[in-house]
């Protein structure tokens, strides 16, 4: 038995064939309407998606960067407020150049060292004993002043002893010194 | 059998055939340029992405540095002034105490403690002792004991020895 595929039509205007025309406009459609769907949709949701991704992150980021701008001219502002105290924090104790600091005021006999020990966890503390000699009590008041002053950080603490020698006072004092660990 | 004309080239598709599939090809190809564009450009915008998190990252940990020298600087800074009012202190508290001894006394050794003072000298009477230095001594320390010792002129050789309390 023979198969006998019926044939289509030919419809013609002004020598156009419609029916595959039709078809080739049918055919256009499917194939527009499959790369719309299968590449355009989700090349345009996947733009979107990374676009506005980029834009969230990207707001986030100028935050902080002002915030880290900002840090960094609070960091130093205050450094160069405190450099004085940040260096002397960091400096060495020198027992004669303390000895020459303090000349105008008193005549230091000695310098005894005592102990160390770590102070807030980030300082350590060395203890000194100094035995010097002095004209008036005035002077050590103005040696206190100035110890201020001072290239290092240093405590004048008890106890204090004021002894009258010879026409002279002989004072002994703690001394505590304080470095940054 | 001869013909006149000559056979005309017959192309594989008609002239309509032909248009159709230059046109959906054209189409399709635009849609493929402009899929990848897109597709290149959210590629671009993922690799700025992954840059701005680095970014935000490393901001993050130089913010937390810069916090931690800040708290620093500010815990050095306290400790400076710290010790400057406690210098100050010392040199008024011992500047006052030393303004108590009056005239008449005299002073031979003055030993200060956070919490005692004992005081060595001498005075022409006990009076003069109990009037002018002993008040001042009562009205800062919780315990005052001295103890006089004639000396060979008729004056007094005191030990002042005054304690204060922990609550004070």
Redesign the interface.
């Known amino acids: 038995m023979k198969l006998k595929i019926p044939k289509i039509p030919k419809i013609e205007m002004f020598g156009?064939?419609i029916i595959?025309?039709m078809l080739?406009f049918t055919?256009?459609v499917v194939?527009?309407l499959i790369?719309?769907g299968i590449?355009?949709a989700p090349?345009?949701k996947?733009?979107k998606?990374?676009?506005r991704?980029?834009y969230i992150?990207?707001r986030?980021?100028d935050k902080?960067?002002t915030?880290?701008e900002d840090?960094?001219y609070?960091?130093q502002k205050?450094?160069k407020e405190?450099r004085k105290?940040?260096f002397?924090?960091k400096r060495e104790f020198d027992k004669d150049n303390f000895k020459m600091f303090t000349k105008k005021y008193m005549d230091i006999l000695s310098i005894k060292d005592k102990n160390i020990s770590v102070y807030?966890k980030?300082?350590i503390k060395k203890t000194y004993i100094v035995s010097a000699k002095l004209n008036t009590?005035t002077d050590?008041?103005q040696f206190?002043?100035m110890?201020?002053n001072y290239k290092n950080?240093?405590?004048?603490?008890?106890?204090?002893?004021?002894?009258?020698k010879n026409g002279d006072i002989k004072l002994i004092y703690k001394l505590e010194h304080?470095k940054?660990k | 059998m001869y013909s006149f004309t000559r056979a005309n080239k017959k192309s594989f598709f008609a002239e309509d055939t032909k248009l159709w599939l230059i046109f959906i090809s054209a189409v399709s190809a635009l849609m493929i340029l402009f899929a990848s564009f897109l597709f290149i450009e959210a590629l671009f915008y993922k690799s700025d992405i992954k840059e701005l998190k680095t970014q935000i990252i490393d901001n993050n940990k130089k913010i937390e540095d810069f916090t931690k020298k800040i708290d620093f600087i500010k815990q050095e800074k306290q400790l400076y002034t710290k010790i400057s009012v406690n210098n100050e202190l010392l040199k008024d508290g011992v500047k006052n105490l030393l303004d108590l001894i009056p005239d008449p006394i005299t002073l031979t050794n003055i030993k200060i403690e956070k919490k005692s003072l004992y005081i060595y000298g001498v005075t022409p009477t006990k009076e003069v002792y109990n009037v002018l230095l002993l008040p001042p001594l009562k009205s800062i320390f919780t315990t005052t004991t001295t103890h006089f010792y004639q000396m060979e002129n008729g004056w007094y050789r005191f030990e002042s020895v005054n304690i204060l309390k922990e609550e004070q």
């Open positions: 156009i064939d595959k025309n080739f055919l256009f194939v527009f790369l719309l590449l355009v090349s345009i996947m733009f998606l990374q676009k991704e980029y992150t990207k986030q980021a902080i960067e915030h880290l840090k960094t609070e960091y205050l450094y405190n105290v940040i002397a924090l807030n980030n300082f009590p050590f008041y206190v002043d110890s201020k950080i240093l405590k004048i603490y008890f106890p204090i002893v004021f002894k009258a304080f940054v």
